[in-house]
């Protein structure tokens, strides 16, 4: 009886227990796991290549690549490309908090850059909602680049509206 009531849970439902070898924990071990989180491991058949990243993560591993995202690189070359042309950038953003962070962050990477010609557009959020018409989107004095800094503003109002 006892063993029945080991292997199941308070609802009657088995345990499976994990399987593994010692061979499979030494290799852990010797990847750089110690004595106590190797069994761990071991039952999540972890390879030992894995562990050290696994024990210390960089959140640069973690992360996507950028160069993933539809023409990305072509947009930090145009971002660059103004920078060291000392052009002027408008960047468009929201009211919400990744629209907010990501327009205080470009902005900031612009500074630390030397590039003070630019400005920071955040609608009214009473007054102008996200801000997608031709008047939000043309800033009040001539830019070369408007980066817009949020997923959730569409780009074909900037594409069609402000380009004439």
Same mark, same amino acid.
């Given at each position: ?9 308070? #609802?009657?439902? %088995? ?9 499979? %924990? ?13 069994? %761990? ?121 402000? #380009?004439?």
């Amino acid at each position: 009886m006892k063993d029945i009531m080991k292997h199941r849970s308070l #609802r009657n439902r %088995v345990w499976a227990e994990p399987e593994f070898t010692n061979m499979e %924990v030494d290799a852990l071990i010797a990847g750089g796991a110690n004595a106590l989180t190797a069994p %761990v491991l071991a039952a999540r058949k972890m390879a030992p290549t894995s562990v050290a990243s696994f024990l210390s993560p960089k959140l640069r591993d973690l992360l996507p690549n950028p160069s993933f995202f539809l023409d990305m690189d072509r947009a930090a070359d145009r971002l660059v490309e103004a920078i060291v042309k000392g052009q002027s950038i408008t960047i468009w953003s929201d009211y919400d908090v990744d629209g907010a962070t990501s327009a205080a962050t470009l902005g900031r990477l612009l500074r630390d850059c030397g590039h003070s010609d630019y400005d920071i557009y955040i609608p009214n959020r009473i007054t102008e909602a996200m801000a997608q018409t031709p008047r939000a989107c043309l800033p009040s004095r001539s830019v070369a680049l408007i980066w817009s800094a949020s997923w959730m503003l569409a780009p074909w109002p900037l594409n069609t509206e402000c #380009r004439r």
